[in-house]
């Protein structure tokens, strides 16, 4: 046996205190004997549970990703809208035009002014009869290709982007021109559908002033190319879920005419069906009131009285609908009713038409 003080107890105590400290938590207190605060370590634990609930709650709460609603109508709309800008805008600028739909996303609206790649310029158009509104924006390039083609710039260069500078009158002119001719093609895009007229409003250069949905409200973009030459730009169309509101059962089918919920083979098979259904008529030549007590009285041998004479119409009954009224009559061995009228489903009524 080594005594105390030996290399070999020195080892076993250095290993002991890093087995301790091994077991710890980091930066937690501990008693005298080395064991964690066991007071302390609840309080973190509960203060970490709380931090973990709040930050997942705001993280729902703030969360920038919007579910996108597919609308199969729409994307047609803007597959309509892609062919018919490119004959306007061919029309409009007199060169080889090419129009392509790039995607088509959802955002926030809050979330989709902040990523406006500026400079800009952004029309603010209404759909009168949804009565509400929509955005589109016309990046730099294609302003600035749009203005050096009608204006007669060279072929076959990138226009100059100058930073910093206003928008001019002419330019802020041709663009509107150009936004007027968009928005007549998308309500002609929308004609077949739902037919809208869209209205042009006003034009921003600042992304804050076009503000026509809160912040968190939810809005499909669009976004165009189009391509002039070697020139061109890009076009966004936003459009809030809010505004799509009143034609949204439209914007859902699959294609033009769809009624949801109904089966056009299945219903005229099933008319056809109905048409050779056999039914059971019953002929009601009387009927009486009587009391329970009256009834219970019968026994075989009574007879009951009826105020019905040979004359009298029979009402034939299929289920409680009276459906014909006529006279019994006899053909051969057999009893026969001739029909003198058709009742109405109502009350057994007359009708105007008799047979």
């Not at 018919?84 to 805008?89: C, E, W």
């Not at 990046?139 to 083609?149: C, E, G, K, N, P």
């Not at 089966?263 to 019953?282: C, K, P």
């Not at 009713?337 to 009708?351: H, N, P, Q, Y």
């Amino acid at each position: 046996m080594s005594e105390p003080g030996q290399p070999q107890d020195r080892d076993a105590a250095q290993v002991g205190e890093m087995a301790a400290e091994w077991e710890a938590p980091p930066d937690r207190p501990q008693r005298p004997g080395g064991s964690p605060d066991a007071t302390s370590r609840g309080g973190h634990a509960a203060g970490e549970d709380a931090d973990d609930e709040r930050r997942g709650l705001l993280a729902l709460v703030n969360s920038n990703d919007i579910t996108y609603e597919r609308l199969p109508m729409l994307e047609v709309v803007f597959d309509r809208l892609e062919r018919m800008l490119t004959t306007s805008v061919r029309n409009f600028t007199s060169e080889n035009v090419e129009v392509s739909l790039d995607n088509i996303t959802a955002q926030r609206f809050g979330d989709y002014l902040g990523s406006v790649s500026l400079p800009a310029m952004i029309a603010v158009f209404k759909a009168v009869e949804w009565d509400n509104f929509g955005l589109i924006t016309i990046d730099s390039q294609l302003i600035y290709s749009i203005v050096d083609v009608l204006l007669g710039g060279r072929r076959g260069g990138v226009p100059i982007r100058i930073e910093g500078r206003p928008y001019t009158t002419i330019e802020s002119s041709l663009t509107k021109r150009l936004v007027r001719l968009i928005l007549s093609d998308l309500s002609g895009a929308f004609q077949p559908i739902a037919p809208v007229q869209f209205r042009f409003e006003r034009m921003e250069t600042n992304p804050r002033f076009a503000a026509i949905a809160r912040p968190g409200n939810a809005c499909i973009i669009f976004r165009m190319r189009v391509e002039l030459e070697d020139r061109g730009g890009t076009i966004e169309f936003l459009i809030p879920y809010a505004t799509l509101e009143p034609a949204r059962d439209l914007l859902l089918q699959m294609f033009m005419g769809e009624k949801f919920g109904r089966d056009s083979i299945w219903e005229n098979h099933l008319a056809r069906e109905i048409w050779v259904t056999g039914v059971d008529l019953e002929a009601v030549l009387e009927q009486q009131m009587i009391s329970l007590r009256e009834a219970m009285a019968f026994e075989v041998g009574t007879v009951l009285r009826l105020d019905a004479g040979p004359d009298t119409a029979v009402v034939l009954r299929c289920g409680e609908v009276a459906m014909l009224r006529g006279r019994v009559g006899r053909i051969g061995e057999h009893l026969a009713i001739r029909v003198d009228e058709r009742l109405d489903r109502t009350g057994g009524g007359d009708a105007a038409d008799g047979a």
